[in-house]
């Protein structure tokens, strides 16, 4: 028994349509685009081993910078923790913040370096000029756990305290 061509040809151009169709979304899915970077926003929550910085991103390309910082000390069974904080406004400029803090003379340097998952913080300058306590440093690589604008207290007053 033979079959009629042309019911067959008519049966098997569905079949071809859908095929190519399917073939060419295919091809188009796998296709990258390409979009303008977006810049990222530094806000959130960093962490580094038992150190933390929250960073809110404000406006006029300024950063608030709120550092805690430890240093674990387990000695004779009796536990005790050294620390060091600071809580700073400052400048911040193609992904990059430089914090001073200066207690004596010397100041200290504590460069960031946000990039998007992450802050690379390195320190500069006198370790006794950050003003943290023994063996506490703000260097090393953050990780960012969380995007949320952190909760800070009210920024502290630059000119509290001091005499006029």
Not at 3 to 14: E, N, V, Y
Not at 52 to 65: A, D, F, S, Y
């Amino acid at each position: 028994m033979l079959t009629d061509p042309t019911k067959s040809l008519q049966k098997s151009i569905p079949l071809t349509l859908l095929l190519t169709c399917l073939v060419s979304m295919a091809g188009v899915a796998g296709q990258r685009t390409t979009t303008a970077a977006q810049p990222h926003s530094v806000t959130g929550t960093y962490k580094f081993v038992l150190n933390e910085l929250n960073v809110l991103e404000l406006p006029e390309h300024k950063v608030r910078i709120s550092f805690s910082g430890v240093w674990p000390n387990d000695r004779r069974r009796r536990e005790s923790r050294n620390v060091g904080t600071f809580d700073e406004t400052v400048k911040l400029s193609g992904g990059k913040a430089v914090v001073k803090l200066q207690f004596g003379q010397d100041p200290c340097l504590i460069n960031l370096d946000f990039k998007a998952s992450k802050v690379i913080v390195t320190q500069e300058g006198s370790l006794m000029g950050c003003g943290f306590g023994f063996n506490v440093e703000a260097e090393g690589t953050y990780l960012k756990t969380s995007s949320q604008p952190p909760k800070l207290p009210p920024a502290p007053d630059p000119g509290a305290g001091l005499d006029r």
